[in-house]
């Protein structure tokens, strides 16, 4: 990496740490450092909720889903909008009302301490768990660019971000995501432009996504039910919003973002914000995967993305056999080179018959490329079992270091370290404070001074990422980043919701019925998670979310209704 992006890279993140360090410097108690002033305005709000879900692993992982899988993946975030109304209307104004630090506090009020607890303990562990896994995405260029290892990068990358948010505390997470966020758009649309100028000159953006579309990369909608597939529309709308209803309703790292809120208009507006542009972002980010995919139909791509996978088999003894693998992918690659070429010149004619031809001839060629793929990782798996094969999450990597010029290089670095940054931070800063509010400062040590919980907060974050960095060191366990900080989350966030949705609309439903039903749904789900784990079914993961929720909702209905006296706190 030149001289030129190191500047740009750490400019770019020293400016807006350090105007995060500057604007929190009069922080001195604990209700501003776990609840700022609240004094954020509308686009404030609507800027740090999209950056909380927008980590690192948004920008490396998903591009790389939509060069294997198309545009599909964008029906995951159908049922978002819808959730946001949900949340405007019924949510925001009870935690207002209740002026709460965290949305577990109103729990104990309407059930007891058990249920606020159970259910803070449940968030605990799928967002201390999700936290690894952002600290590890980003970790995965360092290491790549700097030759350094991944666990040294690891280490390097969480002490920045603990120190980072031990310093600011919320505010700091609030009002350096404005600027994160204006960075991230900007970069990803450098990125898209640059992409588009690396293709042949004779082949304009109009001429890629007709490509794209013959090879059926542009297919958003898919109307079948089926169970088994992770994508449809079906599976968003259902499982989708409630996973959403749940993260934006329940999950702290999103509700202390909005409760920090001048007020509860401001709130809401945020988050009608975010329901409004976050599905734009998101496909802005898979069109610029799918332009990649284009680039490399007409420039050869590595025969495996994961450079680390690729060096250790060249000095195996299986090094013969992959260059007999290199030189048919290289024929391979002029094949699909060529018919990419046939296909933009029959498109430009319209006439079907040499499209039908010529779309033919390049499915036949990307198929046999991906065939010669999967070859090599075969061999990386006979080399090594114990290596992950699976590289969609380097395909972005590869082509933000190889092909992007001078300076962007840096640029998109910056983008993916101030979405590692905005998202990680706002995970610590939710599990501090969800820690010292609902168990220590609850039920362990009670009626101390202010400055003991204000330095104990800091301690609790300092905790919580080391636990996180703990859990990076694990996470190269998972094929796909993106999918599996959104399975932690399924496993837990429908249960939470059902929780939620029981103390809202059921107000004659106790606490010892709520307990239960939780525990016992939250048990049917991780069965159901380990049976298709073990292959005894294909249920997706999304649909999760909806089986946590009913069956606690179903469950704690099942009990003996309680005087409604008693469920009021």
Not at 56 to 80: R, V
Not at 407 to 428: D, K, Q, R
Not at 475 to 499: E, K, P, T, W
Request: aromatic share 12%; hydrophobic share 55%.
């Amino acid at each position: 990496m030149s001289t030129i992006d190191w500047l740009v890279m750490t400019g770019t993140l020293a400016a807006i740490v350090g105007f995060g360090v500057w604007k929190t410097r009069s922080v001195d108690n604990v209700k501003s450092y776990l609840l700022g002033d609240r004094d954020l305005k509308w686009w404030t709000i609507g800027l740090s909720v999209m950056a909380t879900q927008a980590s690192a692993i948004t920008f490396l992982s998903t591009p790389g889903q939509a060069y294997d899988d198309g545009l599909g993946f964008a029906q995951f975030y159908f049922g978002l909008p819808i959730a946001m109304v949900i949340l405007c209307v019924f949510v925001l104004p009870i935690y207002y009302r209740l002026q709460v630090y965290t949305a577990y506090e109103y729990l104990e009020g309407r059930f007891d301490v058990r249920v606020r607890t159970l259910t803070a303990l449940l968030f605990l562990i799928q967002r201390g768990l999700a936290a690894g896994i952002t600290i590890y995405a980003p970790a995965i260029i360092l290491s790549t660019i700097l030759g350094w290892s991944l666990s040294l990068t690891i280490l390097v990358i969480g002490v920045v971000v603990i120190f980072y948010t031990v310093v600011g505390g919320t505010k700091a997470v609030s009002v350096t995501q404005k600027q994160q966020m204006i960075v991230i758009l900007l970069g990803m649309l450098a990125a898209g432009v640059v992409v588009v100028m690396r293709l042949p000159s004779d082949v304009g953006l109009a001429d890629a996504m007709g490509v794209a579309g013959k090879l059926g990369k542009l297919e958003v909608v898919d109307l079948n039910f089926d169970l088994n597939d992770r994508y449809n529309l079906w599976s968003a709308l259902l499982g989708g919003t409630f996973l959403f209803l749940s993260y934006f309703g329940t999950d702290q790292s999103q509700v202390q973002r909005y409760l920090s809120g001048k007020s509860l208009t401001e709130s809401r507006l945020g988050l009608l914000f975010n329901g409004i542009f976050k599905v734009p972002m998101q496909f802005m980010v898979l069109f610029v995967g799918i332009l990649v995919f284009v680039f490399f139909l007409f420039t050869a791509p590595p025969i495996h993305f994961n450079t680390a996978n690729l060096d250790n088999l060249r000095n195996s003894s299986l090094a013969p056999e992959l260059s007999v693998l290199e030189e048919d992918y290289a024929a391979v690659n002029a094949e699909a080179s060529a018919a990419s070429t046939a296909l933009v010149e029959a498109l430009r004619t319209e006439e079907e018959a040499t499209i039908e031809a010529a779309q033919t001839q390049l499915r036949s060629a990307v198929a046999e490329r991906q065939l010669i793929s999967e070859k090599v990782d075969h061999l990386i798996e006979r080399m090594n079992p114990e290596a992950i094969v699976e590289d969609r999450d380097y395909v972005f990597i590869t082509f933000i270091t190889q092909y992007l010029p001078v300076g962007l290089i840096g640029l998109l670095l910056a983008v993916i370290f101030s979405a590692a940054m905005s998202s990680t931070s706002s995970e610590l800063n939710a599990l501090a404070t969800t820690s010292m509010v609902d168990l220590y400062r609850r039920s362990f040590v009670r009626n101390r001074e202010d400055d003991h919980y204000f330095k104990a907060s800091k301690w609790l974050t300092i905790m919580w990422g080391c636990i996180a960095l703990g859990f990076a060191a694990v996470a190269n366990l998972f094929d796909n980043l993106i999918q599996a900080v959104n399975i932690i989350g399924s496993l837990f966030y429908g249960v939470i919701l059902g929780i939620f949705v029981v103390a809202f609309f059921f107000k004659r439903v106790g606490s010892t019925a709520v307990l239960i039903a939780a525990l016992v749904a939250e048990m049917i789900v991780i069965l159901t998670f380990v049976g298709y784990w073990l292959g005894y079914h294909d249920l997706a993961y999304l649909w999760l979310n909806l089986i946590g929720c009913v069956m606690t909702v179903f469950i704690a209905l099942l009990f003996p209704k309680v005087p409604a006296k008693e469920t009021v706190g």
